[in-house]
């Protein structure tokens, strides 16, 4: 007999990552072959023509594991009874508009979704938030889906920096992707994160290295390897002229698929969660860094006891800045949006 289907929400269904994402969902890569799904689509009522051709090609698509299609543009019932939430929908900064304007109108929706979420999710709902600026919408989310919704069930992605800075490693080692685990992303999704290699193991030759010895190249490894991993996003723009849609939406795909099955032994993965204090970073602080996961809790724990030598903290130190900057941002913009 199949499980029961898992209820799954994707917002900002209409747009581009989601284009990749749904189809990823529902033909299995995520929660399994085995696993039945009713996947829940939100967008905002503008884009409700959009919407129903995404769900016409889901149809089309003939998926065995996809029970229900169910497209709507009401918060309030998108969030009904969910387990898992993709969080992709978000206010998109238009020219001219200064940072501040953009996380006030986040706020607001992360703000409202996160009350969506108390109200009518189950209490253990996953919550993976990509909508930008993602570890601060995150933040918020998860302030006003407390207490009914424990923070430690919302994150942020910053899965596909960790992708990119593994690919990267990868290409300049001469090995496939599989011959490289546990780089790091420290902090925010933004230009002051830090992919950090310094722990990340290459498996070259048949046998598992350092990063720094399989690379060869310290000077790459604490500059452009850094700049590359950092501006990627913004280097995709420039050449697509739309932002990096495919590589997220299978970089979402990876965050849930581990926080659903756990992370393989010895091997950790980058997700921003609330910080519990470690490595110094305040309590509460969404913030990415190196977990692990019990497949049977489905619990993530921060890894313990990485050097971090004055390189590092540097950059620990600025990225923490930024987000303590926007969270105080965006805590203001709360204040005084009266939704
Ligand atoms: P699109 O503009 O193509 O799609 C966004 C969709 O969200 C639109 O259909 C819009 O109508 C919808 N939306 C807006 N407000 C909504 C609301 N309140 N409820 C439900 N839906 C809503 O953007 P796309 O390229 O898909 O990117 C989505 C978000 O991901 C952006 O904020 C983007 O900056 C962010 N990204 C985050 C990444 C990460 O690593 N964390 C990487 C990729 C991406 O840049």
């Known amino acids: 007999m199949s499980p029961a289907p898992l209820r799954v929400l994707v917002t900002g269904a209409a747009g581009q990552i989601c284009y990749s994402l749904v189809y990823q969902i529902a033909s299995g890569s995520v929660f399994g072959k085995d696993q039945p799904l009713e996947l829940v689509l939100?967008?905002?009522?503008?884009?409700?023509?959009?919407l129903d051709g995404v769900v016409m090609e889901l149809v089309d698509c003939a998926l065995p594991l996809l029970h229900k299609v169910i497209p709507v543009t009401d918060e309030k019932e998108a969030f009904k009874d969910v387990d898992y939430a993709f969080l992709v929908?978000?206010?998109?900064?238009?020219?001219?508009?200064?940072?501040?304007d953009l996380l006030a109108a986040n706020v607001k929706i992360f703000k409202s979704q996160g009350r969506a979420l108390a109200e009518g999710a189950k209490s253990t709902t996953k919550v993976i938030v990509v909508g930008n600026?993602?570890?601060?919408?995150?933040?918020?989310?998860?302030?006003?889906?407390?207490?009914?919704?424990?923070?430690?069930?919302?994150?942020?992605?910053?899965?596909?920096?960790?992708?990119?800075?593994?690919?990267?490693?990868?290409?300049?080692?001469?090995?496939?992707i599989d011959d490289v685990k546990n780089v790091i992303i420290w902090g925010n999704h933004s230009g002051t994160q830090f992919p950090d290699?310094?722990?990340?193991?290459?498996?070259?030759?048949?046998?598992?290295?350092?990063?720094?010895?399989?690379?060869?190249?310290?000077?790459?490894?604490?500059?452009?390897?850094?700049?590359?991993?950092?501006?990627?996003?913004?280097?995709?723009?420039?050449?697509?002229?739309?932002?990096?849609?495919?590589?997220?939406?299978?970089?979402?795909?990876?965050?849930?698929?581990?926080?659903?099955?756990?992370?393989?032994?010895?091997?950790?993965?980058?997700m921003a969660v609330p910080s519990d204090g470690s490595y110094g970073i305040p309590e509460g602080i969404m913030f990415s860094f190196p977990?692990?996961?019990?497949?049977?809790?489905?619990?993530?724990?921060?890894?313990?006891?990485?050097?971090?030598?004055?390189?590092?903290?540097?950059?620990?130190n600025a990225t923490l800045q930024e987000l303590q900057e926007e969270r105080d941002e965006a805590l203001r913009a709360c204040e005084e949006s009266n939704i």
């Open 42 to 50: 939100l967008d905002i009522p503008m884009m409700s023509a959009a």
């Open 89 to 100: 929908g978000a206010m998109p900064r238009r020219e001219g508009m200064e940072r501040k």
């Open 133 to 176: 600026p993602a570890n601060t919408n995150a933040y918020i989310c998860a302030k006003y889906a407390a207490p009914k919704i424990s923070p430690r069930n919302i994150s942020a992605m910053t899965r596909l920096d960790h992708n990119r800075a593994t690919a990267q490693i990868a290409a300049k080692a001469g090995v496939t």
């Open 197 to 270: 290699v310094k722990h990340a193991k290459v498996n070259k030759g048949g046998s598992a290295t350092d990063a720094y010895a399989a690379v060869g190249d310290e000077a790459w490894l604490k500059g452009e390897f850094i700049s590359v991993v950092q501006k990627r996003g913004a280097v995709i723009i420039a050449a697509r002229k739309l932002s990096s849609a495919m590589s997220a939406a299978k970089a979402a795909c990876d965050h849930i698929h581990d926080w659903h099955f756990g992370t393989p032994k010895d091997t950790w993965v980058s």
């Open 291 to 316: 977990v692990t996961i019990d497949a049977a809790t489905k619990d993530w724990k921060i890894v313990q006891g990485l050097s971090i030598d004055e390189f590092a903290q540097g950059k620990l």
